[in-house]
């Protein structure tokens, strides 16, 4: 039997009367396993039979609400649910008191997603990391409930920059009950280890704004905000291929990520297109990898790369730190060297790790660098990173949520020195 927190049980139980109910707040609050019981409630009290449960990929919509740690529908409703597939996509059968529901789970990251759902009709979304969708997916979808009997919609998020515009044009614009969550709110953590996590996010000012508080960072403490999903991410790859690159940061404990970068000339300009990232945090995942099986799956990941491109890569770069991942490489066949980190940078005023951030900056706002989406290895954990990696009060980058960041900032050192420069 599972125990919730006061506002777990306030969350489950609310009556169903706005459009759109919004969970934000502190990673590990417990916002999303309030969600899994909130939408069963939902789901056996509707007469709408089709529903959709959406992420920034397919996988992500299944790991957060399908199964869902163990708390996800599946869970709930055992025996009564059966996953199943038709025209219109994979779904959940779930029967309920009033009726078979179908809950569809979709990929809603993409410039592309919301053909997926052109056509549908539905009760109810569950937005999961709402902030990480596209727009134009969130807007459909709330067209696609137009003609809902028992309309209701669900987001949960974590503290994004109050310029995010999911903010002004989705949170605002419907009818909105919003709560905001702190670790508080999650009943298995326990006082020793609430303990422990203050004393660590006291060291910062600021991490302890975001991570124990759960408030929304200050627009101007994430380091690229200029970042616009929008106007920065592409279907598909543009201009005259020139070369294909890989740069990685991994760690034992921390995420390995390696990005696949093509740089292309296009209307007269060279321009860093990110089109491919391999991406694995044991810390995230609970489940720890040796360095030779990521060894395996960046090769795998590298052939294909090269096959689905027809490009030839001429530098796997890694950061200089990673020696155990250069040496595993090494082992079955792929050449590494150093990747410039920026450690013998000097610039103006602002030294090493800055002279890097202000170039990948400036790639981002002058149009030379964009993220070109595919079908297998995507850019969730990129763009998950980019809204979260942050300066502290004193404006040094905090040593969180960066192992994309970082590779990224190694992969812009390298095209800025050969094509810019
Ligand atoms: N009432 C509860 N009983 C048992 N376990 C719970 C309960 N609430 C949350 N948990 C567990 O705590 C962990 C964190 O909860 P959850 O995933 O819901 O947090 P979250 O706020 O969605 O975090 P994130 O922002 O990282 O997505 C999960 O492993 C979840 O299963
Ligand atoms: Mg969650």
Redesign the pocket.
Known sequence: M????PK?KEIIRAPFDVTLEV?E????????????FRFAYYLTVTPDENHLIVAYNQEQAYR?FVD????GLIHIFGDLAKPKSDRLGDYLEVYTPTGIKKVYYKGGGKVDSVKAITGMSLGSVIFC?INLLHMNMIQECFRRTFAAKMRYHLA???PPPPNHPVIKEVFEVQKTRWKH?TIQ?????SEERKQEIYETLSKNPYLLQRDWYGKRVMPEGVIYGMFDMDKHILSTLLGEPYEMFFTADGGQGDATSVSCNIVTRYNGKFRLNRVANYYHSGSETGQVKAMSVYAREIKAFVNWCVEKFQMRYTEFFVDPACKSLREELHLIGIDTRPANNNAHDIKGSSKGIEVGIERAQNAITNEQFFLVENDKYDHYNFIKEVGMYSRDENGKPIDDFNHAMDEFRYSVNYFYKRYVL
Do not use: C, M, V
Not at 2 to 5: A, C, D, H, R, W
Not at 25 to 36: E, L, W
């Open positions: 599972i125990e919730f927190s777990q969970n707040g502190t990673p590990r609050s417990g916002k999303t396993t309030a969600g899994h957060l869902g740690d163990g708390t990391e949960d998020l974590n969550w709110d999650n009943p298995i953590i």
